[in-house]
């Protein structure tokens, strides 16, 4: 097949790292995908552009920077990107964002009304997309196929669809990165120790942006409980966000968990031997990115993962299985998480597990493999501009 991915936005956080593990599993399967995305706002942060470069993927096109859907600034790349699609025979085109997802309408319009190309949204946030007029028609004749982050968010999704091809795919996780068997021995204790962190210490962890709607309350009440039971235990937070000081700072300042909780910020360079140290990782809600990348590389790492039943994370943690799903009230939380703190034995089977499934599941080429099959079902079904070509003719009778 012939595939372009396009991003309207340049950041390296949310779907862009799945993107692009996706583009390179794709191109390793055998098909022609290339990228267009803007490039970097600023030198100083990564970027969709810049890691892609890194991993020898060169973006055949540069969009205009800028969000949102702006019809006049976007018409010369709309331009560029009809004639590519056109002169290069495109027959996917995958887009993740609104910006593009509308340059891709553009772009696609003839081709599409010939049947010979098809446009395929993702959907990569964990809510269920609202029902509003626009999302009727965008992610409905808008698109020929539409790719959510699991199988219950197409499930809940498909009232919009009006039988166009929709699918769930659970994400993927950079096996490079975060080695199934774990990180190199030894690292693990080298990052905990920069960090205050004694080996034999048990510690909690997290990895997720300070957001209001993340349940940081939660996670800090449910720490307090859990202090009162295991003095010896350890949260470590990390991630960052604009509202760091009011949603992290002072609720650990206010429950008196300084000495328990470490607010670590963002993690780059250590992030994988630090998560592979973890003794239990949780996740409470998903972020921009709803296949929940942090909670498939803690499964990569082995360790057990205590989650809520927000989103697809009970379609990624089975419950007794590779960790422990719970309500979200803090003591149901502290709970959990001194279950698999004091039993050392069901950490290890629970982490295997963890490890076994992820191991299948979670990685590029597994990802690859069902999005391969979603293209192939799209290309074969009748286009949406077909399809309303004909609704059109039909109703006219």
């Not at 021995?185 to 205050?196: E, F, H, Q, T, Y």
Request: overall charge positive; hydrophobic content about 40%; proline content about 7%.
């Amino acid at each position: 097949m012939k595939i372009l991915q396009i991003s309207g936005d340049w950041k390296w956080t949310g779907p862009a790292e799945p993107m692009l593990l996706l583009l390179r599993a794709l191109r390793e399967r055998g098909h022609e995908v290339e990228l267009v995305c803007p490039a970097a706002a600023t030198e100083r942060e990564r970027s969709l552009a810049g890691e892609a470069r890194r991993v020898g993927v060169v973006p055949v096109h540069t969009l205009a920077p800028g969000r949102g859907i702006r019809p006049w600034r976007d018409t010369p790349d709309a331009r560029w990107l009809r004639t590519w699609v056109e002169g290069e025979g495109i027959e996917i085109v995958h887009v993740w964002h609104s910006r593009d997802h509308a340059l891709a309408l553009r772009a696609t319009s003839r081709r599409r009304r010939a049947g010979t190309a098809s446009l395929v949204r993702s959907h990569p946030g964990a809510s269920t997309i609202a029902a509003t007029p626009w999302n009727r028609w965008f992610f409905g004749p808008g698109c020929d196929g539409l790719l959510c982050v699991s199988p219950e968010s197409a499930r809940r999704n498909a009232r919009l669809r009006g039988g166009r091809p929709v699918a769930g795919c659970l994400g993927t996780a950079d096996p490079d990165r975060f080695p199934a068997l774990g990180p190199a021995p030894g690292s693990g204790a080298a990052a905990r120790a920069a960090l205050g962190l004694g080996p034999d210490q048990l510690v909690i962890g997290i990895a997720a942006r300070v957001q209001r709607h993340r349940r940081f309350d939660l996670l800090f009440e449910a720490m307090a409980e859990l202090a009162r039971q295991r003095p010896d235990a350890r949260l470590l937070v990390m991630g960052r966000g604009t509202h760091f000081d009011e949603l992290a700072r002072r609720p650990v300042e206010r429950l008196g968990l300084g000495d328990r909780v470490i607010l670590a910020g963002h993690r780059s360079l250590d992030y994988p031997a630090l998560l592979g140290s973890l003794d239990v990782f949780t996740l409470l809600v998903p972020g921009s990115d709803g296949t929940c990348r942090a909670l498939l590389e803690a499964s990569l790492c082995g360790v057990p993962s205590v989650a809520t039943r927000r989103g697809p994370l009970p379609e990624i943690v089975l419950d007794g299985e590779t960790g422990l799903l719970v309500d979200e009230r803090p003591a149901d939380l502290a709970a959990a998480w001194q279950r698999l703190l004091d039993d050392a034995p069901l950490r290890r089977k629970l982490g295997a597990a963890a490890r076994s499934r992820a191991e299948r599941l979670f990685v590029p080429d597994r990802f690859a493999a069902d999005v391969e099959r979603f293209y192939a079902s799209v290309l074969a079904a009748p286009s949406s501009s077909a399809r309303l070509s004909v609704e059109s003719e039909t109703s006219s009778r």
